[in-house]
């Protein structure tokens, strides 16, 4: 039996947390027992994902329901809020890993900084490779069900991942003798993770805001609209983003001297086929102009 979309959504983000929780627990052990402290905040990072994947869980839920009194359009904007919760997340993460980067540049005091373990950096190298592997494999899911929500969670694990990056680098820089190595690579990581928050965002209020189509996917409209039977022309097609699904406004032209049902049928199959030939418009409204 096929899954639904929010039954795969569902799938991966309960995979996610398994993965983080194991992950966390592991990362925290090697940094207490490493004495890192670097990948004792790379730990703390892996804890805030758990919560991360917990609110795509409520915003896939909530996106799911369906439409009611107060929400006559559905929910899908929820997980757009879901998103923006994550891409909050992500930037505040970003700015705590840049910000201490910066106090420890600044304080230049290395001689009473602990010289990590083995341990820790086999963690780091560890953490890599497990986060890499989990933003593709949720990614992969974000792709296929257009989740923004989703895809706001696989990018949080790349951010976690380069969290790791910089931890692998700073421990390994302290063990050879230079402990600034682990701060100037916090602020150069800050300043990906930051860019991956702002994306989510925009990503996330152009949902949100009535954005529309790419071109592209007009343009294919248009030539579907066009080529339906007594279809004389296009004088008006607006589309917007309503979370992950699409709403289109068409404005067609067709014979004057045709009656109301000949005019009805037109719209209809005009209706049916975009929302036959794509999947993410939710509601397709055609009105018919006379052509005089």
Not at 55 to 62: A, D, F, N, R, T
Not at 185 to 195: E, G, H
Request: glycine share 8%.
């Amino acid at each position: 039996m096929k899954k639904t979309p929010q039954k795969m959504a569902m799938t991966t983000a309960r995979n996610s947390i398994l993965v983080n929780t194991l992950l966390a627990a592991f990362k925290l052990f090697a940094g207490i027992f490493g004495q890192s402290a670097a990948m004792v905040s790379d730990a703390v990072h892996s804890i805030a994902d758990l919560f991360s994947t917990i609110v795509v869980i409520i915003g896939i839920k909530l996106a799911g329901k369906k439409a009611d009194a107060k929400h006559p359009y559905g929910h899908e904007r929820f997980e757009c809020v879901a998103a923006l919760l994550l891409a909050l997340l992500v930037f505040s993460v970003g700015v705590g890993i840049g910000w201490g980067g910066v106090q420890r540049v600044l304080a230049g005091n290395y001689d009473d900084i602990a010289v990590p373990g083995l341990l820790a950096l086999i963690a780091a190298v560890v953490s890599i490779g497990v986060k890499e592997g989990l933003f593709w494999y949720v990614r992969a899911t974000a792709k296929k069900i257009d989740s923004g929500a989703l895809m706001a969670d696989a990018w949080h694990s790349r951010a976690d991942g380069l969290s790791s990056i910089g931890s692998f680098f700073g421990i390994l820089g302290s063990m050879l003798g230079f402990p600034i190595m682990d701060s100037v690579a916090a602020i150069i990581i800050c300043l990906f993770i930051l860019k991956t928050a702002v994306q989510i965002a925009l990503d996330a209020i152009g949902k949100m805001t009535d954005k529309a189509c790419d071109e592209e996917i007009q343009q294919a409209m248009r030539e579907i609209v066009l080529a339906q039977p007594q279809v004389l022309g296009i004088d008006k097609l607006h589309t917007r983003l309503f979370g992950n699904k699409i709403y289109v406004d068409l404005e067609i032209r067709a014979d004057a001297e045709l009656s109301l049902t000949e005019a009805h049928d037109i719209a209809q199959q005009v209706h049916d086929e975009i929302e036959a030939q794509f999947e993410k418009v939710k509601h397709c409204m055609v009105h018919v102009n006379p052509e005089s």
